[in-house]
Structures are given as C-alpha cells and as structure tokens.
C-alpha cells in the first residue's frame, strides 16, 4: 500500500536550487531505476556515435572530444545504476503521485497540443486557447477571470516581443500584417 | 584632459544619457524575463541601430548589457530560473531566500553589490587595461583547456548531490555543445543524418528548457500550495549589512574582473568561481550554503557585474571578446567603421574613454531601477501558481522561438524541460549541463590546439603543463576540486575532525 508523500518531504525531494538537486541520496525513487537505465543505454549509443565521428584516428581529431565526454557519461551512468540498483525503495510514493501527477501529465498533452497547433493557427489563438485551457483547469476559476487574464496576457506578451522586440511568431490564422498596417495608417493620418 | 573629456562625453548630452537610462531600464527587465536573453536584445538592437551615430548605439548596448546582467539574478531569486547563465549561482541561495519571503531583502543586497562589482569592474578596465590584456595574451591554449574543465567541474562541486550525477551532467552538457558540424574540419558530430542537428542545438533553447520548463513542471506538483508572501518592507540594505559583506564584495569583484578578462570566459565562470571562493572562505555562515546564505548572494553578484568591465578588456585592447554580448558589440563596431584591437586604443581612444563613461553612467542607472520598483517586481511571485505557471510556459515557448524564430528550437526547449524534470526528481544538478553546453567550444577548440602543437604527444602536452607555472596552477586546481569532491576526502576530513 502507498502512503501519499508529505508535501514538505516531497518539495524536498525536488531540491530547492541547484545546489540541493533533489532526489533521496539513500532510497530509490519511483522510476529512478528506469531513468538510470535510459542514461546508461543513451550513453552508450552516443559513444559509439562520438567513435563514428573519427574513431582513434588522433588525439587532435574532431571526435576527441566527443568521445572522451561520451566516455566520462557513459562511466558514470553505469556507476549511478550500479548504486540505484541496490538502494532499497521509497515506501511512501508511486510513480502517479511523486513523478505522474494528473496536473504534469495534463500540461504535457496541453504543450504537445500547442506544439502541433502553432504553427497552423498561428500564435495569437494558439496562446490565447493553451492558457485559457491550462489558467482553468489548474485553477478552476470563473470562465470570466480566466477569459480576462488570458486576454490581458496574450495581448502584453504580443506587445512586448512583436512590437519591441519585433520576433516574427508564426501569424497562422490571423491576419497580422494586415492589422499592423492598419494601426500604422491610423497613427500616420493615413498617409 | 582630452580622456577626461571623452569619459564625460555621456553625461553631457541628454540624449545620450536618456539612451544609457532607456538601455539600462530595458536590460534590467529583459534580464528578468525568463526567455529574453541579452545576448537577443543587444543582437536585435544591433539591426535596427546600425543606421544611428556609433555613440547613441553604443550607449544603448551597454545600458542593456549592464542592466541584464543584473535583471538576471531577478528571476533566478524569484522564480529559480536565472534570467541569464551568470545569475545561476545567483538562484543556489537566492530562492530558498524568497521562499522563506526574504525576496526584497535578497533583491537589495544583490541590487547594491552589484553596483559595488559593476564599479570595481569599470575601475580596473580604466586604470588596467594594457596590463590584464597583457596577462590574457600569455594564456595558451591547454591553459584555456583547463579553465573550461574547471569551470565545468566547480559548478558540479557546487552542487550537494552526488559527484557521479555532477560529472554525468557536465559531460552531458559538453557533448550537447559538440552537436553539429565541427567548425575546423567541418565534420558531423552527433548529427544522425538529421539535416536539423547540422546547425547544432541552440544553448538558449536548451537553458530556457533545463531551467523554466523543468521548474514549471515541478511547480505544478504544488499548484495548489498558496505562493509565499514576500516580506518588501525593507529593499536598500542596511549601513551594517553593506560593511559587513563589503570585504567579501570586494575579493570577488577582482575575481570577476579577472575571469571576466580572459576571453571566452564571462560573469558565469565568474559567478560560480566567486561563489565557490565564497563557500570556502565562510566557515560560519548564519544561514548554510544553498539554503539562503547571504555570502550565496554577495559573491556572484558582485562578482558577474565586474566581469562586465573585465569583458571589455580584451574586446577593446585585443579585439576578443570576452563574452557572447560583447562579441556582438565586436559586430556593433565594425559596421560603424571602427575596427576592436590593439589599434583602436591608439587610433580612437576617445571610443575607449566613452565607453568607460557610459558603463559609468549604466552601472549609476543599474543602482537607481534596482532598488525601485521591485514591489512591483515580486508581485509576480505573489500571483496565483495557476496562473503563472501557464504564462512562465508561454513566455519560455515565446523566448525559445525568439532566438532563431524557428519552431525547432521550441521542440528542443520541451525536450530539454522534460529531460530537466527528471533530472531533478532524481538528483542530477542542471547547472553544470548548462555550462557544459557553454563551454563546449572553448574546451574543443583549445584542446586540439593544445595537442596539435604538441605533435599529438599526450607525454610532452603534460610535461608542458608542468613547465608552465600558470598551467600548473590551473592543473592543480582541477585536481583539487575534483579530490575534494571524492568520497574519500571526505572520509580523511572526517577522520581528522
């Protein structure tokens, strides 16, 4: 039987900064065993990609590098699920609770959602539909505030990186140009 | 009399002054939002000031440059996500402090020690230029090698977690920066016939997903938990407080200057050197190391501010840059005519005197929106989570598209946030995967140089090191961080104790 983590340990167990990365230096934590393994396996297939580079050829050749950090990877890989594999398992957590919660797996489908509608919609409805979606369900407030915050967002975040900072984000369904050119007209008298 | 001139040439005309101010105010924010670099904004206001007189330019770049290298450490203390790679010691203590509710407290020391580093930096770059430069030109490549692999290893040593993960996540970083074609030999590395990875992986996109995307995705574990009021009732800190970390500002504004010196090394190595010299030389902090230790704030702050004076150094006596900003502000130049080198002290040293003034000036600025404004400021953290959780997503989406407007680099920053996520559920440091990505290049590139004049003799590249002191030095070092990160140091620690 699980026992749901108490919320202060499990902050903890994330790590405050950088300096405290998390996890539990003793236990195993849910799925630690099979992120141990995939580190161990990628690392291996980039080292044998780092050899195909330019094999032993020379110390001075451009798969040196490569080789030497794929190498140092792969060592301390198979080290770190040597020593995950004997530590014994965390009681209090599952795989759902501490690395699975309904509220990560529910912002993967939303950024894969947007990921896939950005550049047909465009940014603008694409922005306006991921945080009007995401501000609801995590929040569960009214229709009216969610509406209000992803509007107000939307349009500052627009502001700030097409007009200032001039970033071209994909227009999509949205006349953009179009509607820029009618401010501009509007401001130059339209001359 | 005329060097006196060029200096004040900024603080005379308005117009100027009103750009260093503008350029200063917008660096300090763009700093702060997770996503905007200011390597990006100072590359942007480079296509649109090309056309204006070099000195309005130059005074725009250099207020942005000062402004966010400061901004950065905003975010890193509010949000955990630092702003800019040298505010990442920055967010070792600065977060537990705004968690615990201390941001403006936390917001005002870095404020005012970074206006000491920012000085301390200006100060040396005027009165020791040649002499730095001096000192920089007798690095040889395997010296250059081996500040990269300390680099790299301090930042694992930083870490409190486990030696095997830092390692690990270091020579992860390093081989992210490896990816795409070699620039000597023009060889795929890493590419698996993806025409996509030819270019390499854009660094922006994989620290905006290491550092927003991982965070967001660990926030949302808590998204219900209200958000920390922060305590804002005193920002300007204390005459006491001020004194008392002064000396230690100090000590690390001269590190931050001299790292900051040496080309390709900028305020990140200076940052975490600083704050490692920190953790060393403190033996009773009141609050430990990565919990919201005051000393955690004062080193890399003061120290990453000065490294922008020291950035200058080689840029303008060499014709280096010291940072990716000021390799830009190479480009700057020579679209306006001048040509960075040893040449332009002796053919334009009112260019040298007026960008003394206007880092002056912007340092001056820094100060000034620094310590105001900031309640404003940490009302982001005061939002609710679920609604700046979303919008920490979309600004990071936003920032990775920014930087080569390609929605690549958008899949990259997921992909690397999701990596970030569970690195951190299982005790992998992040910050040495950043600086490894950095740093790729210049351990690379000096490597090769260094064996290659070596004839590819691995014997004689080590009897080289111990003929030169300066390599000595630098080999001793990595071996000592390393050592004392090793179990058994710590066990011969324990023993003596």
Do not use: C
């Not at chain 2, 990453?304 to 840059?321: K, S």
């Amino acid at each position: 039987m699980s026992v749901q983590p108490d919320p202060e340990s499990d902050r903890a167990r994330e790590g405050s900064s950088d300096a405290t990365p998390g996890g539990l230096p003793e236990f195993r934590r849910p799925g630690e065993l099979a992120f141990a393994v995939f580190l161990a396996l990628a690392s291996a297939g980039l080292l044998f990609s780092a050899h195909d580079i330019a094999g032993f050829r020379a110390l001075s050749s451009p798969g040196a590098i490569p080789m030497a950090t794929t190498a140092a990877m792969l060592v301390t890989a198979l080290l770190v699920l040597w020593k995950t594999a004997r530590q014994p398992k965390t009681g209090d957590e599952t795989l759902r609770i501490a690395v699975f919660p309904a509220s990560v797996i529910a912002m993967a489908v939303l950024l894969i959602g947007y990921a896939l509608l950005l550049k047909p919609l465009g940014f603008l409805p694409t922005s306006a539909l991921f945080l009007f979606i995401a501000i609801k369900l995590l929040s569960g407030r009214s229709i009216v505030f969610t509406g209000v915050v992803t509007l107000a967002s939307v349009i500052g975040i627009w502001l700030i990186f097409r007009i200032v900072f001039t970033v071209l984000m994909p227009a999509g369904i949205v006349p953009e140009a179009e509607i820029i050119q009618i401010f501009r007209d509007l401001f130059n008298g339209g001359a | 009399m005329s060097a006196l001139m060029d200096f004040l040439t900024v603080f005379t005309q308005p117009q100027l002054l009103l750009l260093v101010g503008l350029g200063t105010f917008a660096g300090v924010y763009v700093g702060a939002i997770p996503g905007l670099s200011v390597t990006m904004a100072v590359s942007i206001l480079i296509s649109f000031t090309f056309a204006w007189d070099v000195y309005p330019a130059i005074s725009l770049m250099i207020g942005i440059y000062m402004g966010g290298v400061y901004g950065g450490s905003r975010t890193a203390i509010l949000l955990n996500i630092p702003g800019a790679p040298s505010a990442i010691a920055t967010a070792l203590d600065g977060y537990p402090m705004a968690q615990k509710g201390e941001a403006g407290t936390a917001i005002g020391v870095t404020t005012v020690m970074s206006f000491f580093g920012g000085f301390i930096g200006i100060l040396v770059l005027a009165a020791a230029a040649p002499a730095v430069s001096g000192f920089a030109l007798r690095f040889q490549p395997r010296d250059y090698m081996l500040l990269a692999v300390l680099g790299i290893l301090l930042v694992g040593s930083l870490s409190s977690g486990s030696l095997l993960k830092g390692i690990f996540a270091g020579a992860f970083g390093i081989a992210i920066g490896s990816v795409g074609m070699d620039p000597l030999t023009f060889t795929p590395r890493f590419t698996f016939d993806q025409p996509m990875l030819r270019g390499g992986i854009n660094f922006i996109a994989v620290m905006i997903g290491m550092f927003g995307v991982s965070e967001v995705l660990l926030q949302l574990h808590h998204v219900n938990t209200p958000a920390v009021r922060q305590k804002i009732s005193r920002i300007v800190p204390s005459f006491g407080t001020i004194k008392r970390y002064l000396p230690l500002s100090l000590q690390t504004s001269f590190i931050g200057v001299i790292i900051g010196a040496l080309p390709g090394t900028g305020g990140d190595i200076a940052a975490l050197m600083s704050y490692d010299h920190a953790k060393r030389i403190t033996k009773n902090p009141e609050t430990p190391f990565g919990e919201g230790a005051m000393e955690g704030l004062v080193a890399p702050e003061s120290a990453n501010n000065a490294a922008v004076g020291g950035a200058f150094i080689p840029m303008m006596t060499l014709g280096i840059p010291g940072d990716a900003v000021t390799a830009i502000m190479i480009g700057a130049l020579f679209i306006h005519g001048l040509n960075p080198g040893p040449m332009l002290m002796i053919d334009h040293p009112d260019m040298f005197w007026f960008i003394v003034g206007a880092l002056v000036t912007a340092n001056f600025f820094m100060l000034i929106f620094g310590l105001t404004g900031i309640r404003l400021f940490v009302k982001i953290v005061e939002i609710p989570r679920a609604v700046l959780i979303p919008l920490i997503m979309l600004l990071s989406i936003v920032g990775a598209y920014a930087v080569n407007n390609s929605i690549t680099d958008v899949y990259w920053m997921l992909g690397f946030g999701v990596f970030g996520y569970f690195m951190r559920l299982y005790g992998y440091p992040l910050g040495p995967v950043i600086l490894g990505v950095i740093l790729s290049r210049l351990l690379d590139d000096n490597w090769r140089r260094a064996i290659i004049s070596e004839r590819e003799d691995l014997g004689r590249f080590f009897s080289g090191i111990f003929h030169s002191p300066l390599s000595t030095v630098l080999l001793l070092a990595v071996v000592l961080i390393f050592v004392s990160q090793t179990p058994l140091w710590r066990l011969i620690r324990r023993r003596k104790a």
